[in-house]
């Protein structure tokens, strides 16, 4: 693929994920018109209708843009990283833990922080299991040669998820009935308490981190994808770039699932998407992956507030009623 036209491409991408943020502000239930919620945006002190509902809409459409952008750039490497493209964070089981820690949280009445904390923690702790159980795969010179070494880190990565979710469904058949519908809309994956503006920006810097961490060994990550053994001639730490990204990618999905619980697809899909366009150069395809999740996510929630308007669907439900079609629709084109 030509160089230039997959630059374009990605930041056209990236355009749209900017572009994603004035229309989420703009369009919902009510409509704001675009000087409105500029001027809401701009001026928060504002007490008039417009600048109220753009106030409420601001957290929910930067943490959204945040979410999709950090599960999608975790899918992305898992993928690479693995030289497999069904991996993503959920078939691994990294987000199944990183799940079940926030909601025995959630559960214990703990606050948005140790909420966050609690799902970072579950994600390295199922990881640090994942190295345990598939150290061999992952390390070991099955996974130099190129053999079943990715069919084995999946199938680990499929028992994990599969303990997760029974796990799951012992917290919320104990839970209290009080807490169990909020708790089910959050497994299914839900922006409605998406409300605090401190932390969605937070997000949106915790993205621009992982970002430029994946931007940095993007190279040696073109050079392990051709097989470990050319990397390592070539002068790259092979087993410390691997452990170094497959940590970015627990702590971005540890960090996706406590903000906005357990949202699919979007790790598996935008990182496709992102390929067809731009190619395999990780240079070009984790940026691209990530402005694809960012802008995936932000109209996905977007549209569960507005389809049934006033109620609020869950919008982990309609990122796979969108993904879908668009993957199947760019799997046809190829």
């Known amino acids: 693929m030509n160089e230039r036209r997959a630059r374009t ?18 369009f919902g239930s009510v409509a704001v018109d675009p000087v409105a919620a500029l001027t809401g945006w701009l001026a928060p002190g504002d007490p008039s209708l417009p600048s109220a509902i753009v106030a409420l809409r601001l957290p929910r459409a930067v943490t959204a843009i945040a979410v999709g952008g950090l599960l999608a750039l975790s899918g992305a490497l898992l993928q690479a990283l693995l030289r497999n493209p069904l991996a993503d964070p959920y078939v691994l089981g990294i987000s199944g833990g990183a799940a079940c820690a926030a909601m025995l949280a959630i ?30 795969a992952l390390f070991g010179t099955e996974h130099r040669s190129g053999d079943s070494a990715s069919s084995s880190i999946l199938l680990v990565g499929v028992m994990m ?12 058949s104990l839970a209290p009935a009080a807490q169990l519908r909020p708790m ?15 932390a969605a920006w937070i997000s949106l810097a915790v993205l621009a981190l992982c970002g430029w961490a994946c931007a940095r060994d993007a190279r040696a990550l073109n050079l392990m994808l051709r097989g470990d053994l050319q990397a390592f001639t070539q002068g790259v730490e092979v087993d410390r770039i691997r452990r170094r990204l497959v940590i970015v990618a627990a702590i971005a999905t540890g960090w996706a699932v406590a903000l906005a619980g357990a949202i699919g697809f979007v790790g598996f899909v935008a990182p496709h998407l992102a390929r067809f366009a731009v190619g395999n150069d990780q240079k070009l395809a984790l940026p691209a992956s990530l402005f694809v999740g960012a802008t995936l996510l932000a109209a996905a929630d977007l549209a569960a507030r507005t389809v049934a308007s ?25």
């Open 9 to 26: 491409l990605m930041w056209l991408f990236a355009a749209a994920a900017v572009a994603s943020l004035p229309l989420s502000l703009m």
């Open 107 to 136: 559960a214990a009445g703990a606050g948005p922080l140790a909420v966050h904390g609690a799902g970072v923690l579950g994600a390295l702790i199922t990881l640090a299991a994942l190295f345990l159980l598939a150290r061999r």
């Open 161 to 172: 998820a599969s303990f997760a979710a029974a796990a799951l469904s012992l917290v919320l």
């Open 184 to 198: 089910v809309f959050w497994l299914l994956g839900d922006l409605s308490g998406a409300l605090d503006p401190i």
């Open 310 to 334: 006033p109620v609020q669907l869950p919008v982990g439900v309609l990122t796979v009623m969108i993904g879908v079609p668009l993957f199947l629709w760019q799997l046809r084109r190829q």
